[in-house]
């Protein structure tokens, strides 16, 4: 097959991970014998830094023109502490989402057998887990109205949902539930808000068409809790974009380190494949950071292209070297922490 990707590294150690990302789909694709061609581009700080925008024109047309796109990471400290500054890394990656029609963002958790005591939850609440939160991304309080009134001392921002966002999302949900363990959860807060409330009738009024899913709902302060207490009780997660957000981080401390948890962003056109953590800028350029997260993305990006060996070979190889200790110092534990680039090298050469 051939392929081209459109190579988004970003900021932080995004360039780092997205290098060992790189060599692990070149030694498969060798193996397998495909053909893929990376077209880099500019994103986030690394942008505004050459360009004064953070999802440039020319980054769109070569991701829109891709097979899929590869991201890194996001974000940079100068902009955080600086709250009035005019453009921001994180608006790229929202202008990326909603320009490319990412509107459901699949975040899978699931737990390592080697890695199964490095989380700092008990063995028997978290071993076998395997969850889906399907967060959607392009709509809720991250896009809707927002501003300051005049007095200057009054901020607002709205969470918006229109039925027909919550419906495409929700209808991933039943179909992905229906492959998986056939069991839906919506995830809300309909006691309080009306944006919730029209995310039950939503999802309630689909139930008919899938007679097979288990629909569940549940309050999104619950599933906080929950989440970690017992996440063998979930299995499709549906549920709102900033909901989504501080889920999904809660759910990658149950396999053991927020650097090993990969991500999709689908929509109707081109799919986008990036981990879940940030830019992590205390650790750029120092070649420690845990590419995994990273590689298991591109795994991702091999199965959606209906490689399942090529992504089952990722996954394996992955596994092989946690089982060895080729591990980053976040998973070393007083054991040999390798490099960013060791644990690429390893990978790509034990495919
Ligand atoms: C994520 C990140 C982003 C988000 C930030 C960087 C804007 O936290 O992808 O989860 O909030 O969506
Ligand atoms: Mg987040």
Redesign the pocket.
Known sequence: MKLNIALLAGDGIGPEVIDQAVKVSDAVAQKFGHDITWKPALTGAAAIDAVGEPYPDETHEVCANADAVLFGA??DPRFDNDPSAKVRP?QG??KMRKKLGLFANVRPTFTFPSLIDKSPLKRDRIEGTDLIILRELTGGV?FGERGRLNDGDTAFDTMTYHRFEIERLAKKGFEMALKRGKRLCCVDKANVLEASRLWRETVQAMEKDYPEVEVTYEFVDAVAMRLIQWPKGYDVIITANLFG?IL?DEASVISGSMGLMPSSSVGSEVSLYEP?H?SYPQAAGKDIANPLATVLSAAMLFEDKGLSEEAQAIRNVVNKSLAEGIVTEDLAEGGKAYKTSEVGDWLAKNI
């Open positions: 996001i974000g994180e990656l929202l991250y957000d999904t879940i940030g």
